[in-house]
């Protein structure tokens, strides 16, 4: 059967939140996750026309109370201050769409390690230095992988990415589409499941 | 125990899914339900600056997709299309307010049946005239009704009602507000459930 797919962006919450459970709700039902992250900002801002979520008023001061009360009720723990700035997702995503070209299997491991360091341990992912500096998954190269991201082929890479995302109307973190069929938040996952069960409906 | 606060605009499709469930729910853990319709449109246009849901490209698109599924998923009837143009919910917001007041408890039994006409029924209710036209619950006077919805009385009403909500930072229909903690969203009822049964988190 074919992947579902999972778009997100790393310096989204909920896309971590998603992170954390997409893969075993897929594998119940048979599926792989092709994994597919892109930048929230360019289709908010530059498509949609809107402003960055955190600075909407109103939402904004929900959204960061909500990525609080979600992490308490599950466990999750959060380094990060969802009140802090949103960092600059570039360099994950680029080094993501890299290895995926250059060590395929590794890119997974490779986002679960990214999304750990950035909500877990708050630690900065802004450039490509400090992406390589977290903990890597066995056979990534600290080296190869500074070189890598800073690469034009995966500025190009995630450019056509981002590109093919919002061609397929993803709008939101995280947005999981399954046989075509899109349900986006991580609060969705719960229906992602049923549809997977029923076939639809 | 104090009633749990049910913000809504008339014309949300997600505030008119979640008016067939607040109220069974609130039961259950033995609370009542505070009937508080809103104008979304001030909210989102005039403090938060966003264009409305459904001219927001690739959202709009993904919006009308999913109230039709989850329709159909619960077996609601829709009598009006998702695509169609959204409706003015003034006149409705307005009767609302004016029946609280001058035949109180008949504004939540009035509340169901103007969701009812305009999604079931896919009625207009753009006038008081046309919101007084519905089939009312009985007690309340058709001609009575539309004097009241078009008196300023009724205006002062809904205008005080939308100020409020608006500081309360209410900014999405439907917003359950349990004890101070906001929940947004017709997919957040089952979290509003876990909340009032287990006291939050």
């Known amino acids: 059967m074919s992947p579902i797919h999972f778009y997100f962006d790393f310096i989204s919450p909920y896309g971590y939140f998603a992170s954390l459970r997409v893969e075993e709700l897929a594998a119940r039902h048979g599926r792989r996750v092709d994994w597919r ?4 900002g360019v289709a908010v801002m530059k498509v949609m026309g809107l402003k960055p979520l955190l600075d909407t008023p109103l939402k904004g001061d929900y959204i960061r109370r909500d990525v609080l009360r979600h992490a308490r009720r599950h466990g999750i723990q959060l380094g990060r201050d969802p009140n802090a700035s949103v960092g600059n997702p570039l360099p994950a995503a680029r080094a993501f769409y890299w290895v995926k ?6 890119e997974v491991p490779l986002a679960h390690a990214l999304f750990h360091a950035f909500w877990a341990e708050g630690r900065d992912l802004s450039t490509p230095e400090a992406v390589a500096a977290i903990p890597l998954p066995g056979g990534l190269s600290s080296q190869e992988l500074v070189i890598g991201a800073a690469s034009d082929e995966a500025a190009t890479l ?4 981002v590109a093919a995302s919002i061609k397929a109307g ?5 947005t999981i589409v399954v046989d075509g069929e899109p349900f986006w938040g991580a609060d969705r996952l719960g229906e992602v499941d049923e549809w997977l069960a029923l076939g639809g409906w």
């Open 37 to 40: 992250p892109m930048l929230l």
């Open 158 to 161: 995630l450019r056509n990415a």
């Open 101 to 106: 070209r250059h060590a395929p299997g590794l």
């Open 170 to 174: 993803i709008f939101g973190s995280p």
